[in-house]
């Protein structure tokens, strides 16, 4: 019974990671560990919870992007130059944790998730970052409805947000694409789906990095990740699937419930602890 939940879990977790592109973890996580203080999987530790999610998160990734590769949604160059900037941030972010109290740093982050979320209802006020066509990264984007949407940014400023985003992430562990994705389309005004897409191809690779890691201290719970793996591989096309047929402002829209759900979520970790 318990490795069919399992499967579910990384189908469900999946379907919505790549549907607004934060990957699933956010789910299998908080998940595992809830279910943990039941009894129901008892012989897996909070270690092996991320770790086995993240290795699971590769499979995510890499299904979402072959997915959101047929939609030609994926702006690969965008993804290499944040992850430049997110990956060593994200590992120094994940050593600084230790010598910080992480549970006051949940309150205040999780109070400024909430202001991203009601930030993005204002995005079609925001002005983006300015950059310069020809010294900088411009792209554009025509959605299936045959509306052109211009974007870009300076490579450099995109590396010092990224870097700073992985840095955050690393710290409370609510994973990149959960402010990757609301930065992109308020900075640097990616259309939704793209930022999705690209978020998604960025989580694949970052989670291979990773994996690597956990790995090696031993983190993986092998057996549960051979049921998570099918379930997420199925989700993220399920996702991608859902993502090609809904309007921008829908994605946004189940982004901002989400990041009100992991604020709400961070603020309640830091007054509990």
Avoid: C
């Amino acid at each position: 019974m318990e490795w069919i939940f399992i499967i579910l879990l990384g189908i469900a977790a999946s379907a919505l990671g790549s549907l607004i592109g934060l990957g699933g973890g956010i789910i299998i996580v908080p998940a595992l560990l809830y279910l943990g203080t039941l009894g129901i999987f008892p012989d897996i530790t909070p270690q092996q919870i991320v770790g086995t999610s993240l290795f699971t998160m590769i499979f995510t990734g890499a299904s979402s992007t072959v997915g959101y590769i047929k939609h030609k949604t994926v702006d690969y160059k965008s993804g290499l130059i944040f992850l430049i900037g997110s990956a060593p941030g994200g590992i120094f972010g994940a050593w600084m944790v230790k010598s910080l109290d992480v549970h006051t740093f949940n309150l205040y982050f999780g109070m400024f998730v909430l202001f991203v979320s009601a930030v993005m209802i204002l995005r079609n006020r925001i002005k983006p970052l300015p950059y310069k066509k020809d010294s900088g990264y411009a792209m554009a984007y025509t959605d299936n409805r045959g509306k052109i949407h211009e974007y870009g940014f300076n490579p450099f400023l995109g590396i010092a947000i990224s870097l700073a985003i992985g840095f955050i992430s690393g710290i409370f562990g609510v994973g990149g694409g959960s402010l990757m994705v609301p930065a992109m389309i308020l900075l640097f005004f990616f259309p939704p789906h793209v930022a999705v897409a690209t978020s998604m191809f960025m989580i694949f690779l970052s989670s291979i990095i990773s994996s690597v890691a956990h790995i090696t201290l031993g983190n993986i719970h092998w057996h549960y990740a051979a049921a998570l793996v099918p379930g997420a591989w199925i989700g993220a096309q399920i996702g991608v699937f859902l993502n090609g047929r809904l309007q921008s402002k829908t994605i946004v829209l189940i982004l901002r419930i989400i990041l009100v759900i992991i604020g709400l979520r961070l603020i309640y970790e830091g007054v509990t602890a």
